[in-house]
Nanobody, 120 residues
């Protein structure tokens, strides 16, 4: 059974960086799209970044000058590099994957979530 296993969250000061990683364990299945959502307290979950269709990327407009997303196909992993973090980036970040479609609006799989906290 395929699982998405996340790592890399934590506590960081404003202006710092974190790199989140998510590996699809238990299978070498190729996902058409992988990426990251986040959910801040009291807010809806939002799509942050997607890698689709062999390295075409989409990043949320409010973070695209600070966040980058990339896939390692050999390791079946997706990374989210977050630079110049701000307190408003504080959220639980969820890895997501979709098997047969490049649209990640309705993922087939979710990770368990990893907490990112940005302090002043």
């Amino acid at each position: 059974q395929v699982q998405l296993v996340e790592s890399g969250g934590g506590l960081v000061q404003a202006g710092g960086s974190l790199r989140l990683s998510c590996t699809a364990s238990g299978s070498s299945y190729f996902f058409a799209a992988m990426g990251w959502y986040r959910q801040a307290p009291g807010k809806q979950r939002e799509l942050v970044a997607t890698v689709r269709n062999l390295d075409k990327t989409d990043v949320l407009g409010s973070v695209k000058d600070r966040f980058t997303v990339a896939r390692d196909y050999a390791e079946n992993t997706v990374h989210l590099q977050m630079n110049n973090l701000k307190p408003e980036d504080t959220a639980v970040y969820y890895c997501a994957a979709r098997r047969n479609y490049i649209d990640l609006s309705s993922p087939d799989l979710w990770g368990q979530g990893t907490q990112v906290t940005v302090s002043l």
